[in-house]
């Protein structure tokens, strides 16, 4: 309330008089991710401490991490570190339809969008894939880190968007050394409980929360012996993410 409230003010006093923006795709691409949201959102902060509003922006690290929680890291032998965080995807308000209790309209639910960083990478050497799917890793601005999205159809429901796509879970990530055409290491993370466990309640806080997500992400998946990376794929109007709804080259 206090950024609302400091933003009316802002602009009440200096009303924004310049050309708005045309981000086209980008809003569904790259800022639905949480490195660039914060990013976009440290420079509102900037803002605003320049007009005269003393605002911290780690005030605001506690609703990051509750709207983009953490999932796992990745740490290979040979330095190069891998962050899974969740992403936002919006959710398709589908048609009505006749109910027991008269008529609805759900909502597709099933898609889900993860973030995947990694610091370390040489550009020209390793290759991020996953579920044999090469990742369209992106340039941060900061030397050797990357980022990118994954977009996935998590469950299936009774009434969703895409009814003949499977299920992708889970989703295998591993690191792929070019030069060597091998597997430096990976990870899995599941949509649900690994061994079919099925929770009736919800968390009673949020260390129980973050025990569910810890149990969903597993230190394994990588390939032995020879790999060849996956192709590269045309980056389209989704530069950012890979969708694995899509066919590889589609």
Same mark, same amino acid.
């Given at each position: 309330?206090?950024l609302?409230?400091?933003?009316?003010?802002?602009?009440?006093?200096?009303?924004? =008089?310049?050309?708005?923006?045309?981000?086209?795709?980008e809003?569904?691409?790259?800022?639905?991710?949480?490195?660039?949201?914060?990013?976009?959102?440290?420079?509102?902060?900037?803002?605003? $401490?320049?007009?005269?509003?003393?605002?911290?922006?780690?005030?605001?690290?506690?609703?990051?991490?509750f709207?983009?929680?953490?999932?796992?890291?990745?740490?290979?032998?040979?330095?190069?570190?891998?962050?899974?965080?969740a992403?936002?995807?919006?959710?398709?308000?589908?048609?009505?339809?006749?109910?027991?209790?008269?008529?609805?309209?759900?909502?597709? =639910?099933?898609?889900?969008r993860?973030?995947?960083?990694?610091?370390?990478?040489?550009?020209?050497?390793?290759?991020?894939?996953?579920?044999?799917?090469?990742?369209?890793?992106?340039?941060?601005?900061?030397?050797?880190?990357?980022?990118?999205?994954? $977009?996935?159809?998590?469950?299936?429901?009774?009434?969703?968007?895409?009814?003949?796509?499977?299920?992708?879970?889970?989703l295998?990530?591993e690191?792929?050394d070019?030069?060597?055409?091998a =597997?430096?290491?990976?990870?899995?993370?599941?949509?649900?409980?690994?061994?079919? $466990?099925?929770?009736?309640?919800?968390?009673?806080? =949020?260390?129980?929360?973050?025990?569910?997500?810890?149990?969903?992400?597993?230190?394994?998946?990588?390939?032995p012996?020879?790999?060849?990376?996956?192709?590269?794929?045309?980056a389209?109007?989704?530069?950012?993410?890979?969708?694995?709804?899509?066919?590889?080259?589609?």
């Open positions: 309330m206090s609302m409230r400091a933003l009316v003010a802002r602009f009440w006093k200096e009303p924004y =008089s310049r050309k708005p923006v045309r981000w086209g795709t809003l569904h691409d790259r800022f639905l991710l949480p490195h660039f949201a914060r990013v976009d959102f440290d420079d509102v902060i900037c803002d605003l $401490r320049r007009a005269g509003y003393p605002f911290d922006p780690a005030w605001f690290d506690p609703f990051f991490e709207r983009f929680p953490h999932y796992g890291d990745l740490v290979t032998e040979n330095g190069i570190n891998m962050e899974l965080r992403a936002i995807e919006p959710w398709h308000v589908l048609g009505e339809e006749v109910t027991a209790l008269g008529t609805a309209r759900y909502v597709d =639910s099933s898609v889900e993860m973030q995947v960083k990694v610091n370390g990478m040489v550009g020209d050497r390793h290759v991020l894939a996953c579920n044999g799917r090469r990742v369209p890793l992106r340039p941060t601005g900061r030397k050797a880190e990357f980022v990118a999205g994954i $977009r996935f159809k998590a469950w299936n429901p009774p009434s969703g968007l895409h009814p003949t796509i499977p299920a992708h879970g889970p295998v990530f690191i792929v070019l030069w060597n055409r =597997s430096l290491g990976g990870c899995t993370y599941y949509v649900a409980h690994p061994g079919g $466990r099925s929770e009736s309640n919800f968390p009673v806080n =949020s260390y129980e929360a973050e025990s569910r997500r810890i149990a969903r992400f597993r230190l394994m998946g990588h390939t012996g020879i790999i060849d990376a996956p192709p590269e794929e045309p389209g109007e989704h530069p950012y993410t890979l969708d694995l709804r899509y066919r590889a080259g589609c």
